[in-house]
């Protein structure tokens, strides 16, 4: 039996249950932020939902009206504009070649514009964007611009047809 859905208001968005970690960050009206989450640092619009087991990091920013899904992971970096689906368990990158100790880490940042959508398991190389209303199939490897309004799927994903 699932216990009652318990929403703490904080001033303007909803955290579900207590056991979400969140600190530093700026949240929009409406938002709601499910239980299990680490979010520190971030900039998250009005009208989002963020999925339980959901990771945003510092520095990224999530426009209005974004649905992360379970499990994904959101670095320093990614900028996701408005109207944008990601499913469950998608993972952003932000370093080409990571090290666990470098001083030569190179931030690079990614940008999923309006209306995007991000099928589940699939993960985004840094330095790259995905254009406006455009669809990423289901685990993806996105490793390259995709220009608007295009279907891509695999891994590496590749072009499959324009969308109307």
Known sequence: MFPPV???????????????????????????VFHHCNLYGATIGDECLISSFVEIQEGAILHNKVRVGSFSFICNGVEIMNEVFIGSHCCFINDRNPRSFSDKWKLEKTIIEDGVSIGSGSTIMCGITIGKNSFIGAHSLVTKNVPPNELWRGSPARFVKKMI
Request: with cysteine; glycine share 4%.
């Open 6 to 32: 318990i929403y703490y208001s904080f001033d303007r968005y909803y955290l579900q249950y207590y056991n979400s970690f969140v600190r530093d960050c700026k949240i929009g009206q409406e938002t709601r």
